[in-house]
Nanobody, 128 residues
Framework: QVQLVESGGGLVQAGGSLRLSCAASGRTFTNFAMGWFRQAPGKEREFVAVIRYSGGITYYGDSVQVRFTISRDYANSAVYLRMNSLNVEDTATYLC?????????????????????WGRGTQVTVSS
């Protein structure tokens, strides 16, 4: 497994921006697709974005499309989530997760259950 630690959350006004970071350690970082999920109180865990190791292909949840950008730094074993035009509905705990990837295939395609490693999360609160 890979160990993940998120940072960068905080309180921001609606319309503002934040950049979340996820530091990875342990197994080889390049063998994983890296994803971001979020969970608000009383709601199910929601897919936000994923970046595949193979080709750096990215996918986004419908609610964050265009506003959020996921990226990864292989040299520093880190993944980032740039969030722009934040609104109160973006308030949640944001979690970084890793899914095994090999030969272009990844368990990330199975949704949250396909991710084998999770961070503890970082809180993002957007005020109106």
């Amino acid at each position: 497994q890979v160990q993940l630690v998120e940072s960068g959350g905080g309180l921001v006004q609606a319309g503002g921006s934040l950049r979340l970071s996820c530091a990875a350690s342990g197994r080889t970082f390049t063998n994983f697709a890296m994803g971001w999920f979020r969970q608000a109180p009383g709601k199910e865990r929601e897919f936000v974005a994923v970046i595949r190791y193979s080709g750096g292909i990215t996918y986004y949840g419908d609610s964050v499309q265009v506003r959020f950008t996921i990226s990864r730094d292989y040299a520093n074993s880190a993944v980032y989530l740039r969030m722009n035009s934040l609104n109160v509905e973006d308030t949640a705990t944001y979690l970084c997760a890793a899914a095994v990837e090999a030969a272009g295939l990844s368990t990330a395609d199975d949704g949250p259950f396909g991710y084998s490693s999770w961070g503890r999360g970082t809180q993002v609160t957007v005020s109106s």
